[in-house]
């Protein structure tokens, strides 16, 4: 890229565009304060959420609600099915 000397501000602020529109957030994680604190800073940003402690419970909420979902934060090694 080519390299100037102007200063270039953001026009927006970075709390702004962190903030949700409602959409729903399946959690995937079998430690309760992880899924307590992804749930709280979601929530804090206006999104929704679903919270599962294993891969079976998951599969079962995604099956539910799957044109709801918009996207899955999930552990990768739990217990019953990863």
Known sequence: L????AIVSDQTSEAASL?????????VD???AVQGTNRA???SYRY??????DGIEAIALYAQRRRDIQVVIMDVMMPNMD
């Open 30 to 32: 079998d430690d309760l």
């Open 48 to 53: 929704q959420t679903l919270v599962a402690s």
């Open 2 to 5: 080519p390299m100037t000397q």
């Open 41 to 43: 800073v979601l929530e």
């Open 19 to 27: 903030q949700g529109n409602g959409e729903l957030i399946l959690i």
